[in-house]
């Protein structure tokens, strides 16, 4: 999959969706399939029910339609979640992540390792349906508008690294793209040198939103020319000619879900599915 999605760098543009109705939304109104459908792990721990459903969704669209599947994780807190639909903002919760990471002894420990484990049994599902995974964690840490990031940089490279410990190393998970999502340092939300893990385990660099050629280059920048670069979050999808004219050769793109969409994003979704430098489901390879 990696392999795939670097060689289109420069090439083409894989186009992405949120949502399986959303995705079949927009194939029904453009005549072309995104062929990344992007799902969340939010109801998989076992305080949010356990609603794995989003398990079968991924294998069937990648084994039975030849899509490809990234997984975000709108993770809410551990514990101290004062609402658990919102509980994955900071205003919605108590948790501390950096007094809990320096407290592994503690009940806050004990259940963040649980909620990890939790999705990590569904993710040994698709590595046993052979499906691979672009996983975005942690996304958007800088805005602190989420637990994860609202202590800092140190706090949550700190939980990105016990995660992919406890997936990689405890549970023995090979299939899955790590995919960092960082905003590039041209958006002053933080100097993204400070928030990045570091190449040895990351994949995918990823930001948000459509954004012109010096947020990508300055992400490649970021890890030295060596990870694939994405847009992992948009409303506006990228023409893929006038993204490259501007010198950002995004290998792949995911628009948020159609419930946010601004007045012009379905007409710049209509004109990005059908660009010839867009790969739909449709596309030959």
């Given amino acids: 999959m990696l392999d795939y999605l ?15 109705p959303d995705l079949k939304w927009v194939a029904e109104n453009s005549g072309r399939t995104p062929k990344i459908l992007g799902l969340d792990f939010m109801s998989y721990t076992s305080q949010m029910g356990k609603h794995v459903e989003n398990t079968q ?23 101290g979640a004062k609402d658990l639909g919102k509980g994955f903002y900071t205003g919605s919760t108590d948790f501390d992540l950096a007094a809990t990471l320096a407290a592994p002894q503690s009940a806050g420990y004990r259940a963040l390792l649980s909620d990890i484990d939790d999705v990590a049994a569904e993710l040994k599902k698709l590595a046993t349906a052979k499906v691979p995974v672009l996983f975005r964690p942690l996304h958007e840490a800088q805005g602190r508008w989420f637990w994860w990031g609202a202590k800092g940089p140190e706090a949550c490279v700190a939980l990105y690294r016990l995660i992919f410990d406890r997936f990689t190393r405890v549970h023995g998970l090979h299939n899955i793209a790590w995919v960092w999502n960082v905003y590039p340092a041209s958006q002053d939300k933080g100097d993204p040198v400070a928030w990045y893990p570091g190449n040895s385990i990351v994949d995918v660099v990823a930001t948000d939103y459509l954004q012109d050629g010096l947020a990508y280059r300055d992400l490649v920048h970021l890890t030295d020319g060596h990870k694939i670069v994405a847009l992992a979050e948009t409303m506006n999808p990228p023409l893929p000619q006038k993204s490259f004219a501007d010198g950002a050769m995004w290998s792949y793109w995911v628009a948020w879900a159609r419930r946010d969409w601004n007045k012009n994003s379905a ?19």
């Fill in 6 to 20: 670097r060689a289109q760098t420069g090439k083409r543009m894989v186009g992405g969706q949120v949502d399986l």
């Fill in 57 to 79: 969704i991924a294998i069937d669209w990648v084994k039975k339609h030849g899509g490809l599947v990234t997984f975000q994780w709108h993770w809410v807190s551990p514990t």
């Fill in 267 to 285: 007409s710049d979704m209509k004109a990005s599915m059908t660009a010839a430098a867009t790969v739909t489901l449709e596309s030959k390879r």
